[in-house]
T-cell receptor
Framework: GDSVTQMEGPVTLSEEAFLTINCTYT??????LFWYVQYPGEGLQLLLK?????DKGSNKGFEATYRKETTSFHLEKGSVQVSDSAVYFC????????????FGQGTRLTINP | NAGVTQTPKFQVLKTGQSMTLQCAQD?????MYWYRQDPGMGLRLIYY???????DKGEVPNGYNVSRLNKREFSLRLESAAPSQTSVYFC??????????????FGPGTRLTVL
């Protein structure tokens, strides 16, 4: 079945550091890919998305590129802030799976001042 | 717009007790979902409702039942709670559209502890 694998956390960085959170997936066909963010005590919010190969999703300084050849959708940000501290989830929506999302296990990110 | 609302925010149950988690959305979405979030396991789909009047099992449906009361409301019931159901429960909604374009909107969650 479809699956998503994220890099193990937690990840701790200093403010203004470069961030990469790895995400790889297994799915048939061309799934849509998403990054969701969960701030402390809140539900998940969509951060960015990409629906076809080579698409780049971007929002709030975060970027991720849909790489079909490596089945990856890594999240990057050039200069993180303390306010970026949250849990980040990579997810896919299969073309065969109605509207259901399959989530990775989440990566907790902490940014120190 | 309130978006997706869930009640209660917190609940403690004893093994064997029953309870219903409530979810409502005001975005006129057709599809609604229930997930559980456990440490190190991401979110797992319990049940979903593609449209009013339909419900389907997700990845982890055992021990749960759902009711799509109307287009706005989708409840999750635990008939006989077990400690393994200790988790954070999230409701979400979306509007089916072009493939891959429909974002799911999440509620704030219900933190459930079963003793």
């Amino acid at each position: 079945g479809d699956s998503v694998t994220q890099m193990e956390g937690p990840v701790t960085l200093s403010e203004e550091a470069f961030l990469t959170i790895n995400c790889t997936y297994t799915a048939t066909g061309y799934p849509s890919l998403f990054w969701y963010v969960q701030y402390p005590g809140e539900g998940l919010q969509l951060l960015l998305k990409a629906t076809k190969a080579d698409d780049k999703g971007s929002n709030k300084g975060f970027e991720a590129t849909y790489r079909k050849e490596t089945t990856s959708f890594h999240l990057e940000k050039g200069s993180v802030q303390v306010s970026d501290s949250a849990v980040y989830f990579c997810a896919l929506r299969s073309v065969q799976g109605a509207q259901k999302l399959v989530f990775g296990q989440g990566t907790r990110l902490t940014i120190n001042p | 717009n309130a978006g997706v609302t869930q009640t209660p925010k917190f609940q403690v149950l004893k093994t064997g007790q029953s309870m219903t988690l409530q979810c409502a959305q005001d975005m006129n979405h057709n599809s609604m979902y229930w997930y559980r979030q456990d440490p190190g396991m991401g979110l797992r789909l319990i049940y979903y409702s593609a449209s009013e009047g339909t419900t389907d099992k997700g990845e982890v449906p055992n021990g749960y039942n759902v009711s799509r009361l109307n287009k706005r409301e989708f409840s999750l019931r635990l008939e006989s709670a077990a400690p393994s159901q200790t988790s954070v429960y999230f409701c979400a909604s979306s509007e089916p559209g072009l493939a891959g374009m429909n974002e799911q909107f999440f509620g704030p969650g219900t933190r459930l502890t079963v003793l």
